[in-house]
């Protein structure tokens, strides 16, 4: 972050306005995740993503609102890949 991001949320957070410096710290947080997520999509494939997002802890509508996708899409994803890791043991 720069310094001027930086010194903006310090600037909410000492004027009382917390819920002004949490929205802009999770809005700085959901643009490295997007950042992230177009890093690796050069490398993996759709339900890679989706799996390592969910071994993280997101919840499903997050992945999928990440993602640009639908909610069951990333179920069905997860269900394959559930599915191919007791087939592989």
């Given at each position: 972050?720069?310094?001027?991001g930086?010194?903006?949320?310090s600037?909410d ?44 802890g ?32």
């Amino acid at each position: 972050m720069s310094k001027v991001g930086r010194k903006s949320v310090s600037k909410d957070i000492a004027g009382g306005d917390e819920l002004t410096a949490l929205r802009k710290m999770a809005r700085l947080l959901e643009v490295l995740v997007r950042l992230n997520l177009e890093t690796m999509r050069g490398n993996r494939s759709q339900a890679d993503i989706i799996s390592v997002l969910d071994s993280v802890g997101c919840r499903q509508s997050e992945i999928a609102d990440l993602l640009g996708t639908t909610s069951n899409t990333v179920n069905v994803a997860l269900y394959k890949a559930k599915k191919k890791k007791i087939v592989e043991t």
